[in-house]
């Protein structure tokens, strides 16, 4: 059983940056792709970025393409996403989730096997 938590979230001015990290535990944390979503309030969970277990490989959503970056430090067990040049859009609870697929990368919530608790991104304007 992987174990997920977040941090990092909180309250950042439009054009600003934050970080978000993700600790695992509890498994191999190498073999799982890893990825973050975002739940905007009356929205559905949405996609934002995956990284592969090797970090050789990533996705990224077109709505955060060029600001949002994905990294992954397998000695810290960590998965990282970094936030740049914040939108009021970008308002959400986002969520770490780990997925034993591997390729192709997976891309929507039902391909991850776990998740953390999320943490709460609020842009403002």
């Known amino acids: 059983q992987v174990q997920l938590v977040e941090s990092g979230g909180g309250l950042v001015q439009a054009g600003g940056s934050l970080r978000l990290s993700c600790a695992a535990s509890g498994g191999t944390f190498s073999s799982y792709t890893m990825g973050w979503f975002r739940q905007a309030p009356g929205k559905e969970r949405e996609f934002v970025a995956a990284?592969?277990?090797?970090?050789?490989?990533?996705g990224v959503a077109d709505s955060v393409k060029g600001r949002f970056t994905i990294s992954r430090d397998s000695a810290k067990n960590t998965v990282y996403l970094q936030m740049n040049s914040l939108k009021p859009e970008d308002t959400a609870v986002f969520y770490c989730?780990?997925?034993?697929?591997?390729?192709?990368?997976?891309?929507?919530?039902?391909?991850?096997?776990?998740w953390g608790q999320g943490t709460q991104v609020t842009v403002s304007s």
């Open positions: 989730a780990a997925a034993r697929q591997q390729i192709p990368i997976p891309l929507t919530s039902n391909d991850y096997d776990y």
């Open positions: 990284i592969s277990w090797s970090g050789r490989r990533t």
